[in-house]
């Protein structure tokens, strides 16, 4: 069975149907009223659960773990110089294209600033932590 959501995103289900709910105690709990047939409908996504379970896979391995931990700390430095280095804690427009852009100037404004200290010390390589475990 496809399904398409509002977004014209389409994925392929199955569907496993319960032909024990008519004499189950729960089943007005458990069944949605739009569901006319009284059976209880499960739809389970292959290539999503395949997807799902390669991205657990890849999250915990020990690279995973590590690229986490690099996403983690260039992040939160990024927002805390933001907020408290560049004393700027609120926007200064209304609408989101506004904010967004205004995002992107202070990420630009931010880059810059760190490119221009990195080729002041002479220091353009890439910095990973390798090890934090």
């Given amino acids: 069975m496809y399904i398409e959501k509002n977004n014209g995103f389409k994925s392929e289900h199955k569907v496993y149907l319960c ?17 006319k047939s009284g059976l209880k409908r499960i739809y389970v996504a292959e290539r999503f659960e395949r997807l799902r379970m390669e991205s657990e896979e890849n999250i915990t391995s020990r690279e995973g773990i590590i690229e986490r931990q690099n996403r983690s700390i260039q992040a939160e430095g990024a927002f805390s110089y933001i907020k408290s280095g560049m004393e700027y804690l609120r926007f200064r427009h209304r609408s989101m294209d506004k904010i967004v852009a205004e995002m992107k100037l202070l990420s630009l404004a931010i880059n810059i600033r760190k490119l221009s200290n990195k080729m002041k010390e002479n220091k353009l390589g890439f910095i990973r932590y390798k090890e934090a475990i």
Avoid: A, M, P, V
């Fill in 19 to 35: 032909k024990e709910c008519l004499n189950c105690s729960y089943s007005k709990d458990c069944i949605k009223n739009k569901n």
